[in-house]
């Protein structure tokens, strides 16, 4: 299949296509366990339904007239309609394009469309957790249900963030891994004198990390920002960036969701508050609007730095570490507990297993 940028590059130049690296065209498997975005929360109002995709499958995404969210696997038990093409929900129900079964908060089948009795039939619920402006899915190999939920984090003072959303070929755990990659943020990124402030503290499903590093800004020359992120799982980044010589601070938050074993959907968003003590708090709160508007992007484009290099890389189990790497050790160590079972790879021997013995 050919992908829209080599169309674009064909249409550009008359040259056929270079065929992409096998590196992109590799099963990136297993799945972890844990809790993964499927939206954030502004998408779905009452009374909407979503339908989205989830570790090779769909999943329908909906919230009650009187705001309950549920998330239910995609076909009706009665003749197996998809819910996410066509359903909608009617009150605290969500009912089926086809046949207009209903079914309540519960998942049981409520009333049919012609008025009978409705079948002793269930949709299959998933595990849902809405925080930090997310909606989140609980996936578990062996089907447990889940033990740790996503710690809520503050936003006060911050005005509502930008967001970016993009589908990429790469494994969650790569994503998260790029937190404790203090290495790459000088060579990649432009920062100097990049270092760990607070070695990498693991909780259970949890860990800290705090590093800085010095960065150019227009007008101001070269200033230190101190970053301190806070990760739950494989799922969710949650950071602060403070520049006190600016008197400003930023949040920022990301996610990767697993599509299929190839690809990801990552959650990106940016917020920036600026602290000028006694200014007026109008005042203050219509800068940080202005400053989360003209910069999000470019912490958008930050991030996109990474893009090429997670598409194109590939996972080596036994890196050749170095002095000022950072913590992957470390990290890589905690990232096994979120395998609770070494999971199929389609057959396909080449695929690549991260953490999966």
Known sequence: MIRLQDLAELLRDGRPPEPPPFAELRPRLPYPDG?????????LPPGRVLRR???GGDLVVY????GV???VEPYCPHLGAHLGHGGRVEGEDIVCPFHHFAFGIDGSCVRTGYGTKPPAVQLRAREVQEVNGAILVWHHAAGAAPTWEVA???TDGFPAPFR????LVDHPQEVVENTVDTGHIGPLHGYRHARVRQRFRADGPSFTLAASGERAFPLAGSVEVLFDFVVHG???IWATAAIP???TAAVFQAMATPLDPVHVQIRFTAALRVDRGATNARSQLLLSRLLTAMLGPAFRRDLGQDFPVWEHKVYLDQPRLAKGDGPIAAYRHWARQFYSQPAATNGRPEAIRLNAR
């Open 35 to 43: 809790w993964f975005a499927v939206a954030v929360a502004d998408e």
């Open 53 to 55: 995709r989830f570790m």
């Open 63 to 66: 919230r009650t007239r009187s």
């Open 69 to 71: 969210l549920r998330v």
């Open 152 to 154: 809520p984090q503050s």
């Open 164 to 167: 970016h959303e993009t589908t």
């Open 234 to 236: 494989l799922g969710h």
């Open 245 to 247: 010589r600016l008197r």
